[in-house]
């Protein structure tokens, strides 16, 4: 490169807005789809634990126990992995970084103790499997009769 054609790119940029930002306290936008941050929908969590599981960096520590969900942002790589793998689909990828600090720390969710009409639901729910199973082994146990009493005419 010419030092003409140099010199002429060094006096624009002294007067061009920089291509960088003060991050964080000037921010960019935000395009959709961007890895930002991981949110948890806390009340859809079964707390079984397999985005702890597959999470690559050990980002996240479930205690289903406590009821808590944990999520060290400093350590997260923003793979999408627990994201993919959450069967009850309660992980999402939000916009928005985790703002810097001079110390790693971590996120806690607690699921919420049931309410009544969810403790009635799932009553409703257990009663019907109960009624399922029961009625399965009834058909069962009277298909093995009919086959007894077949053999035996
Ligand atoms: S995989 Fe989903 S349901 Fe299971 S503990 Fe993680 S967030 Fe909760
Ligand atoms: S996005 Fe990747 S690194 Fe971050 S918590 Fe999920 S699995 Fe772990």
Request: net charge positive; charged share 35%; hydrophobic share 30%.
């Amino acid at each position: 490169m010419g030092s003409f054609k140099l010199g002429r790119m060094t006096l624009r940029s002294l007067f061009k807005k920089p291509e960088t930002v003060l991050y964080p306290v000037e921010k960019r936008y935000e395009p959709e789809g961007l890895k930002g941050h991981i949110a948890v929908d806390i009340k859809k969590c079964t707390m079984c634990g397999v985005c702890q599981k597959r999470c690559p960096t050990g980002a996240i520590t479930v205690d289903k126990e406590a009821g808590t969900w944990t999520i060290n942002r400093f350590d997260c790589i923003q793979c999408r992995t627990c994201v993919r793998d959450c069967a009850f689909d309660c992980l999402t990828m939000e916009p928005g970084y985790q703002k810097p600090a001079t110390e790693k720390f971590s996120a806690t969710e607690t699921k919420p103790e049931p309410t009544d009409e969810e403790l009635a639901e799932k009553a409703r729910k257990e009663a019907e499997k109960a009624a399922r199973v029961k009625a399965a082994l009834e058909a069962k146990a009277a298909r093995e009769k009919a086959a007894k009493e077949a053999e035996g005419q």
